[in-house]
């Protein structure tokens, strides 16, 4: 027979609470209150009322940097091994008596209250949940055209290359709406990520050292340090200047698109002094150039087959309006090929369809513009992206137009001539400009694009120079109807624009949050 004792002893011990039952209780009960500070709720217990909604709180004097909460979030999300819906970065200050500080940064999306990724979905791929201000992606939505990573300065949306699509932190919305913690929040070891409830139409700036500027997007994050007396704050990889991706297929869009208008234009504007044949060949290559580019536009999508969406954000994207811009462009240049060819450039019908293309061309080179200045990226701004992709549209529309006049009307030649000179000439002291520029701060976003553009870039730089600079010379034996001249020109000009849209692309760098070691 066993001993009672001993059976009484397992018994009691097994009924005994454990050391979190007991704490639980004792705070419970308020029977020490001195616990009362030490013990909070990491997620709400109630849902946000009518203008408010979910933020993440991120007391960052608590964050280690030790990664659980990125781990978490890989796990419970299934990411690919190069995905990260949270990240781990660090900032650098200095202290009152001159020491060095370092501080880590725990970031994911800041579910902002006027979300840049929901604003320029071409195809409506962003929710905003009106109950709780989650920003959600919906995926069966989307067709990978990636502009939601340009519209986002925080560098949040993360493409999938295996899926075509891109994805983003939901903040565990299913957890949330279960009672739980999302799992980066129940993994941070320190507890210094918590779930709150934030009013929408008062979310505070963004304090946080070369991070964007809060105004494009109000994102909700609250970020919390005690760390006062620490100034000069900045990010670890502040002075990094990385290209950014190339964008091949946008290149040759953006290119071909404003060729094809230059042309439309051209063809219109020589009506009146070339030969009908010549100025219905300029419309003739300045449509089949925009199919063309059009169609390498649909090798920049993850799921082109589902391009014909990209209509349904028309409201609020600027990708959306120039696609249909640019659409509706190529039905009308097609029309007016095929009048300009059958009764004559010089036609009524075919001046009204010529002048509507125009017109649509036009404003689709706009279009274009504004969906980089939509970033609010400064390099991007629509003086600058604007002055480009005019300036482009009108040096090659001259530079064909020049081509096709060599012959025929040297008059027409020797303006085109002048008109490209003087165009080459202003593109050109922008970029010089751009290449010297020295702010003295060499975290400014144009300050790295300059040291881009001088260093890892440089080959395109010179190359960019280099085609400039032959067009001057060029452009005389243009001006005095040399043919070959002319077709040099044409070409010389054509390399040397597509160069500045690979530069468009790859010397950006615009502020983001404090990026990883």
């Not at 929040?185 to 500027?213: F, G």
């Not at 082109?304 to 190529?330: C, D, H």
Request: include cysteine.
């Amino acid at each position: 027979m066993p001993d009672s004792s001993f059976i009484a002893s397992l018994l009691a011990d097994q009924a005994d609470l454990s050391a979190v039952e007991r704490f639980a209780q004792r705070h419970a009960q308020a029977t020490e209150p001195s616990l009362s500070p030490h013990y909070r709720d990491l997620v709400p217990l109630t849902a946000p009322r009518p203008g408010e909604q979910y933020a993440f709180a991120v007391d960052l004097d608590a964050c280690t940097g030790c990664k659980a909460c990125v781990t978490a979030c890989h796990s419970l999300n299934g990411l690919d091994p190069d995905e990260s819906w949270r990240r781990v970065g660090t900032l650098v200050g200095e202290e009152a008596h001159g020491g060095a500080v370092l501080q880590t940064v725990t970031m994911a999306c800041h579910h902002c209250a006027d979300p840049g990724c929901l604003r320029g979905c071409p195809v409506g791929a962003y929710d905003k949940d009106g109950l709780t201000g989650i920003v959600r992606h919906l995926d069966d939505q989307c067709i990978g055209c990636r502009y939601c990573e340009m519209m986002c300065p925080y560098d949040v949306p993360q493409y999938s290359v295996s899926r075509g699509i891109v994805r983003k932190c939901d903040m565990c919305h299913g957890r949330l709406a279960a009672g739980e913690a999302p799992a980066c929040v129940q993994a941070c070891p320190n507890e210094s990520i918590r779930i709150r409830v934030v009013p929408t139409q008062a979310v505070p700036t963004l304090r946080m050292a070369d991070a964007p500027a809060s105004s494009l997007t109000r994102p909700t994050t609250r970020y919390r340090s005690r760390r006062r007396n620490a100034t000069r704050w900045q990010a670890i990889d502040a002075e990094q200047a990385t290209p950014a991706d190339a964008h091949g297929p946008l290149v040759a869009m953006l290119t071909a698109s404003q060729l094809a208008v230059g042309l439309l234009v051209a063809s219109l504007a020589g009506s009146a002094w070339l030969p009908p044949e010549r100025t219905s060949a300029l419309a003739a290559v300045g449509g089949l150039v925009l199919l063309l580019g059009l169609a390498a536009s649909l090798r920049h999508l993850g799921r082109p087959s589902k391009a014909w969406r990209a209509f349904l954000g028309l409201r609020t994207s600027w990708l959306s309006r120039e696609i249909v811009a640019f659409g509706g462009l190529a039905a009308l240049a097609g029309a007016y090929v095929a009048s300009a060819w059958g009764t004559g450039p010089t036609s009524v019908s075919s001046l009204a369809l010529g002048s509507a293309a125009a017109a649509v061309g036009l404003a689709g080179v706009a279009c274009s513009a504004m969906v980089y200045h939509a970033t609010g990226r400064r390099l991007w701004h629509f003086v600058s992206s604007g002055g480009q992709f005019f300036g482009t549209t009108a040096t090659l529309g001259a530079a064909g137009l020049g081509l096709a006049a060599t012959a025929s009307a040297p008059a027409v030649a020797a303006t085109c001539a002048a008109g490209v000179a003087l165009v080459t000439v202003l593109k050109l002291a922008g970029f010089v400009a751009l290449l010297c520029c020295d702010t003295g701060r060499e975290t400014l976003p144009i300050a790295r694009t300059a040291r881009l553009l001088r260093g890892r870039l440089r080959a395109l730089s010179v190359l960019r120079l280099t085609a400039a600079a032959l067009v001057l010379p060029l452009a005389a034996g243009l001006a005095g109807g040399n043919w070959l001249a002319a077709a040099l020109v044409f070409a010389t000009t054509l390399a040397g624009e597509s160069i500045e849209r690979m530069l468009f692309f790859r010397a950006i760098s615009p502020a983001r949050m404090p990026g990883s070691l």
